[in-house]
């Protein structure tokens, strides 16, 4: 097990591209969650499944923006027409009870 | 001091000494909280955790006291050492396993 894995670690984009990060949660856990942290501010809340259901999504989850877990097990985040505003640290985490484990992140700029 | 944008509180602490971290939680129906540690350009790395039937609980030099009268959670870290520095979260949860509410974080300096 080595934990959640987030890919890319590190994403630039010019305004108006659409980008897409994965997230591999740790195996066993069957809840997964995407957060989004700008600078100076702890990680807020976008969406979460469980399994490949999506449970709630965040005000902050505009129609730019889509989450899928297609089989259960890895998620992508797809953000497209990327505005400035976008640039923030994309975060995943999962769960199975408690104890919730958070990946390293996705640091995505637009230009 | 007052958290506003870029501007976190920040707790300067001495090698060796003890660090108390302090939070306000919003949600009175809260019933897990953890306390979360992010170092720079990573993501948060789980510390300890309480559920709201208790109001201590101890892990590996580190202790978490809750008081759900005032909604207001404590890290208290032992002997803190350099490694120690870093952001610092709470976070809250009022199902088991939904979303995380984060607290706006604490900036732990340890000084030599």
């Known amino acids: 097990d080595t934990g959640v894995s987030q890919d890319p670690r590190h994403k630039i984009t010019k305004r108006g591209q659409n980008v897409t990060f994965r997230c591999d949660p740790i195996s066993e856990h069957n809840r997964l969650y995407w957060y989004r942290q700008t600078l100076g501010q702890g990680p807020e809340f976008l969406t979460y499944f469980q399994n490949e259901a999506q449970l709630e999504k965040s005000r902050l989850l505009s129609d730019r923006f889509s989450a899928e877990r297609p089989k259960g097990s890895f998620s992508t985040l797809e953000i497209q027409r990327t505005e400035q505003g976008d640039s923030a640290m994309y975060l995943c985490a999962s769960s199975y009870q408690d104890g919730y484990t958070f990946g390293s992140g996705t640091r995505l700029t637009v230009v | 001091g007052e958290s506003v944008g870029l501007h976190l509180p920040t707790l300067s602490v001495q090698e060796g000494d003890n660090s108390i971290i302090n939070c306000a939680y919003s949600?009175?129906?809260?019933?897990?909280f953890i306390w979360y540690k992010q170092e720079s350009g990573k993501g948060p790395q789980f510390i300890i955790d309480?559920?709201?039937?208790?109001d201590k609980r101890q892990g590996q030099r580190v202790t978490v006291l809750l008081n759900k009268t005032v909604k207001h959670l404590s890290l208290q870290i032992a002997a803190t050492q350099p490694g120690d520095s870093a952001v610092y979260f709470c976070?809250?949860?009022?199902f088991g396993w939904g979303k995380l509410q984060f607290g706006a974080g604490t900036q732990v300096v340890v000084t030599p």
């Open positions: 949600n009175s129906a809260s019933d897990y």
């Open positions: 976070a809250e949860n009022d």
């Open positions: 309480i559920r709201s039937n208790m």
